[in-house]
């Protein structure tokens, strides 16, 4: 269900952002981040009490500096007031605040699944090698699995393998050793079962590619495209039989190609891009338009 009403949000995304995906993917993150900003901001200009929230800002600035002065004079009645008096200003300016947030929520809720499915990942190119792993209940170890052959794909060492133990990742570099880290520390390491991996490598069409995985008489089967600005969904998940998924092993997009993802809870990095992006923007863009 969830999985198909995210299709549904993309398909419906697409006639307005799709032409993102002509841009270079830094450029087109860039732009969601700061498409982003402008919704958060500008919901709050039009459904938020400008003029009370202005007042209110300037009551808080008036009694940071009345509570200062009361702990330079030990007034601890005065400081006592005061910050019951900042509290009130706190929970009426959330009351304010509450309405343009649930507002920019469904938009920004649009544009987040849009980026998940447009740009969370690296559109594998014409004849680009690209690995696909299928993975199974621990049952299946040594048993044999194939790829089924499809015109335009080719696999290197061909289309049968054993399920195999699987292995942990390779970690490379300082910040995967930490996620790594911090993922065994919560105890989030994922358990290992059974693996058959391939190295295919397929000509560009406009039409996805459907591989196909047959094991003990059953097929199970996920989307493939190769050159085309999209990408289908790297992972498919099965609820029942021996093979547990299917993935795609894609790029993810970095931005700049440097800006990593936070492993370790699951943040992927182009979300992590897009917040540093969005936020930074919301007060820039709260500034130009003179939003309190």
């Not at 009345?66 to 400081?79: Q, T, V």
């Not at 499915?117 to 048993?143: M, N, Q, W």
């Not at 936070?262 to 930074?280: H, Q, R």
Request: with cysteine.
């Amino acid at each position: 269900m969830m999985e198909w009403l995210n299709n549904v949000l993309v398909r419906v995304m697409d006639p307005a952002l799709g032409w993102l995906l002509w841009l270079p993917r830094d450029m087109a993150l860039v732009a969601v981040g700061v498409a982003t900003s402008l919704v958060l901001t500008l919901t709050r200009k039009w459904f938020a009490d400008q003029d009370w929230l202005r007042r209110a800002d300037a009551d808080r600035k008036r009694l940071k500096l009345l509570m200062r002065n009361a702990r330079k004079d030990n007034d601890m009645e005065a400081l006592k007031r005061y910050r019951q008096t900042m509290a009130q200003i706190q929970m009426r300016s959330m009351k304010c605040e509450g309405r343009p947030l649930l507002l920019a929520l469904l938009p920004v809720a649009l544009l987040a699944a849009w980026c998940f499915a447009r740009l969370g990942y690296a559109p594998p190119g014409d004849g680009e090698e690209v690995t696909i792993k299928a993975c199974f209940a621990h049952s299946a170890v040594g048993c044999v699995t194939h790829l089924a052959p499809t015109d335009g794909i080719d696999s290197a060492g061909g289309w049968v393998r054993a399920v195999e133990p699987d292995r942990p990742p390779e970690i490379r570099g300082w910040w995967r050793g930490v996620n790594a880290w911090v993922q065994q520390r919560l105890g989030r390491t994922p358990a290992l079962q059974g693996a058959a991996v391939w190295t295919i490598r397929a000509k560009a069409r406009p039409e996805p590619y459907v591989l196909r995985i047959v094991f003990a008489g059953d097929v199970y089967a996920c989307e493939f495209l190769a050159g085309d600005k999209r990408y289908a969904p790297p992972l498919r998940a099965f609820t029942s039989g021996p093979v547990r998924s299917l993935e795609v092993q894609l790029r993810p997009l970095k931005l700049f190609g440097v800006v990593p993802g936070l492993d370790c809870m699951g943040v992927p990095p182009w979300m992590v891009a897009y917040l540093l992006i969005a936020l930074p923007c919301v007060t820039l863009c709260r500034r130009l338009f003179a939003v309190y």
